[in-house]
């Protein structure tokens, strides 16, 4: 998504660790070679390139550099002294403190200091010495900075001794003021919403160290590493960290990778909080500069969550080059490193929502305020001004900042080729089948056809589906799933032209039966292809979005195919019932055409060619008693919602319209927010609380008194009657092994069937002789009972996790 300029991709890689380009600089040209001179990130790689390649540098950059050196060494010289000036004070006021950074960084981030550009010296003071610590300092003539960062969250406003200097455009400039920064932690845990506080462990472990002739105390080895890496993360979220940071912390690593013992202290030193955040800066140095690694720290890295990979593949160079940066970058690595949801709230309303204007004496005199009680009208159009500026300028970053935030959560889904492939020929199947359906009874009924033929054809399809179901769980275990898929599209394509095509009642009837049988393949297929092609961590996302695409093109399939027969019929000699026809051809062309997509995946033909039909296993005679009393609530209601509010509240079918597109709204919004709850809550949770919701509302809406009050209930048990159904999908593919996902999920679809089958039988006879409100409230309650078995599987699945726990126990002794 970023890309570095040309000198500095140049610098970076003469100074990588492995696979090293020195030729690279050959190529820069004067301008270039100025711009890595003067530039702010990337002067610093200088020195080392100096040091390095020297070979490939032009004399007069040699010459440029080494004066840089010798201004560093004068430089560094009166930091040392500065520094026993300031330690001498402190010493006296009796406030304690470390070095960190600076001349700190070394050994190991540096041949010698000298060679490391040094601009501050920054301390360390426990909370009871930073007071002191600043007054003591006061008295040495130094002054608060007016160039205080605000994002600064680990130290106070630095402090200054100013001696008239200018800048001169020379960063190693022997004259430029020292400034002091005295920090009060190593990490701000408040600021940043994860992570731990170190200070006390830090501070425990400190030593004293020597440099030439200059002895002060600092961090331990371990501990110096450790709070490098965290100063880098911080950056990565605030702002584009340093590449000569980087580089520094690359060679430690390197150098240190066959180091076992200094490792062996750093992980039983740090717990694995603070070093999976410090693996994160191991991860960039990496990247970056190719260092090599120890062991203990490539493992910490295998160990981070997936989400900080696909941010290092989303942002790329910007987390290395300030003027490449985005604000975006650093926020959504923080959002995904939080744990708490309330921390999560606070960094996102923080980032995202408008910022609480300042009061009016920022832009006033506060003594003249102060007097007269109340602002003038300039002050006050000043500070209108300076909201409506800010407003702006959070409306333009906002955009970018989300278009980011998009991209990488798209990223972090991990959803392959074979499965946009596989969505393709689903959304395919699906227009063509909607389509055909919606035209096919009004183009039997233009034929001659009597109603009577039309429920001899729909009880053909019901009995077809059910055979379907039996048959592709016999024989997907034989042929394998990709097979079943590529003969599925073009048996249904074919039956649903000669049922266009054949005006003999005689073949309808069976060629209903037989378009039936072999849609329901799609339907055996679909589950464990997903599941195949997705993992536990993406594979309700993946059900939610085919799902509701699958809704979604319902909406298409009903425009198209409502309007199909007028376009082809418009201008033309065409009959009505000719361009019916020709639509419901289109229609089954669509659905031939699913098979090409389908043919483009790489399914694996992992599947046992089992002696038994259907899978046998604890979980699933558990699943489907609960799978089949929930779809006594989904076969019983839903059927006849349109008749409940034409009868109960005399409602027009033009209304009745309008609310069933609401409710497919709502159920496509729904399938999509369905992960975010089986992430929160767990899946078997977040399928029992959507089930019980669904009860409840349906139960409201029986009580009911009102259309508009009835049409926004019924809404609402649409979209949690469809939430569920990601996680039933996933719960079962993710609860039987590979082999058995096609016999699993046939023998769900049957349930179901036949299930839903009965529950419209028996909630349509309840109606007509007890009228919907009773009966809707027993399916509610029938809903509640569907969520108490699913709570089982919840118990079962405890129970599971026990017992493996308690094997694993008893084998571990032997195995010692």
């Known amino acids: 998504m970023f890309e570095l300029p040309l000198h500095a991709s140049a610098a970076i890689a003469a100074l990588r660790f492995s696979d090293a380009d020195p030729s690279s600089l050959a190529a820069l040209t004067a301008v270039e070679w100025s711009a890595l001179l003067t530039g702010h990130e990337f002067v610093r790689l200088t020195i080392p390139l100096r040091q390095t390649c020297a070979e490939q540098m032009p004399l007069w950059v040699q010459s440029r550099v080494d004066r840089y050196i010798a201004d560093n060494v004068a430089r560094l010289e009166r930091i040392k002294s500065d520094y026993c000036e300031i330690n001498r004070v402190l010493h006296t006021a009796g406030a ?10 070394w050994p190991g981030f540096t041949d010698h200091p000298c060679f490391h550009l040094q601009s501050d010296i920054d301390l360390y003071c426990p909370p009871e010495s930073i007071e002191l610590a600043r007054d003591a300092i006061f008295s040495l003539g130094y002054e608060l900075s007016k160039d205080n960062r605000q994002h600064a969250s680990d130290h106070i406003p630095a402090l200054v001794r100013r001696n008239g200097w200018h800048w001169n455009g020379n960063f190693f400039d022997p004259e430029m003021p020292v400034s002091i920064e005295l920090h009060h932690c190593f990490w701000n845990r408040r600021a940043f919403r994860f992570g731990v506080e170190v200070e006390q462990e830090f501070w425990a472990r400190r030593l004293e160290r020597c440099l030439d002739t200059l002895t002060f105390p600092a961090l331990s080895l371990q501990d110096n590493l450790g709070h490098s890496a965290l100063q880098i993360l911080k950056d990565c979220l605030q702002d584009a960290t340093s590449p000569a940071k980087l580089y520094q912390l690359a060679r430690f690593l390197h150098l240190a990778r066959e180091n076992g013992a200094f490792w062996e202290v750093w992980s039983q030193s740090h717990n694995a909080q603070i070093r999976r955040m410090e693996a994160i800066s191991f991860r960039a140095a990496k990247q970056m ?22 941010w290092f593949a ?6 290395f080059d300030r003027r490449l940066h985005r604000p975006s970058a650093g926020i959504w690595l923080q959002l995904a490193l939080i744990e708490s949801a309330a921390d999560f709230r606070a960094v996102a309303t923080k980032h995202f929502l408008p910022y609480r204007p300042i009061s009016l004496e920022a ?21 209108a001004q300076h909201i409506r500026m800010h407003a702006i300028a959070r409306a333009r970053a906002f955009c970018p900042t989300l278009l980011h935030g998009l991209v990488f959560w798209w990223e972090t889904k991990d959803l392959n080729r074979n499965y946009w492939m596989f969505y393709g020929a689903g959304l395919l199947f699906d227009l063509g089948m909607y389509i055909f359906f919606l035209l096919y009874n009004v183009y039997l009924l233009d034929r001659g056809f009597t109603a009577r033929l039309l429920g001899l054809i729909v009880g053909a399809g019901a ?10 769980g016999a024989i997907s275990s034989r042929f394998g799933l990709r097979k079943i898929l590529l003969i599925c599209f073009p048996i249904v394509a074919a039956i649903s032209i000669l049922r266009a095509v054949i005006a003999s009642p005689v073949l309808l009837i069976p060629l209903a039966f037989a378009g039936a049988a072999a849609a329901a393949l799609w339907a055996i297929g679909l589950c464990p292809a997903i599941a195949q092609m997705t993992n536990e961590e993406n594979r309700p996302f993946a059900f939610s979005v085919i799902l509701s695409s699958g809704i979604a093109v319902g909406i298409l399939g009903g425009f198209t195919g409502g309007h199909l027969p007028g376009w082809l019929g418009a201008g033309s000699t065409t009959t009505q019932l000719h361009a019916e026809q020709s639509a419901l051809l289109i229609g089954c062309a669509l659905i031939g055409l699913a098979a090409w997509p389908v043919s483009r995946i790489d399914l694996k033909t992992t599947e046992v060619r089992s002696r038994t039909l259907y899978p046998r296993n604890q979980f699933l005679w558990r699943f489907l008693p609960a799978i089949a009393v929930w779809s006594l609530v989904t076969g019983g209601f839903s059927p006849f919602f349109n008749a409940y509010f034409s009868q109960h509240f005399n409602m027009s079918v033009s209304r009745i319209g309008t609310m069933l597109s609401l409710s497919q709204l709502s159920q496509v919004c729904a399938v999509l927010i369905a992960p975010v709850l089986f992430r929160r809550i767990g899946l078997i949770k977040g399928v029992i609380f959507t089930q019980m919701a669904a009860g409840v509302a349906l139960a409201c809406l029986a009580a009911a008194q009102g259309g508009f009050w009835a049409g926004g ?26 082999e058995e996902r096609a016999g699993a999920s046939a023998l769900m679809f049957l349930v179901i069937s036949l299930s839903q089958g009965a529950a419209g039988a028996l909630a349509g006879a309840g109606f007509a002789r007890f009228g919907y409100p009773p009966v809707m409230f027993v399916i509610g309650a029938v809903a509640l009972v569907a969520a108490m078995l699913f709570g089982g599987l919840v118990r079962e699945t405890r129970k599971s996790e026990i017992s493996t726990v308690e094997k694993m126990a008893e084998v571990r002794p032997a195995a010692d």
């Open 96 to 105: 304690e403190h470390l070095v960190i950074k600076g001349f700190a960084q």
């Open 289 to 310: 500069f190719a260092c090599g690694l120890s062991d203990t720290a490539e493992k910490e890295i295998r160990l981070l969550p997936r989400t900080v990979d696909k």
């Open 314 to 319: 989303c942002f790329g160079g910007a987390v």
């Open 363 to 383: 832009f006033a005199d506060r003594e003249a305020v102060r007097k007269t009680g109340r602002a003038t009208v300039s002050i006050r159009r000043k500070r």
């Open 463 to 472: 009995l077809g589906s059910v055979f379907g179901t039996v048959l592709g």
């Open 713 to 738: 209930l019924y809404t609402v048990f649409s979209a949690f009657e469809w939430m569920n159904e990601p996680g039933i999908f996933a719960l079962l593919m993710g609860r039987v092994r590979p």
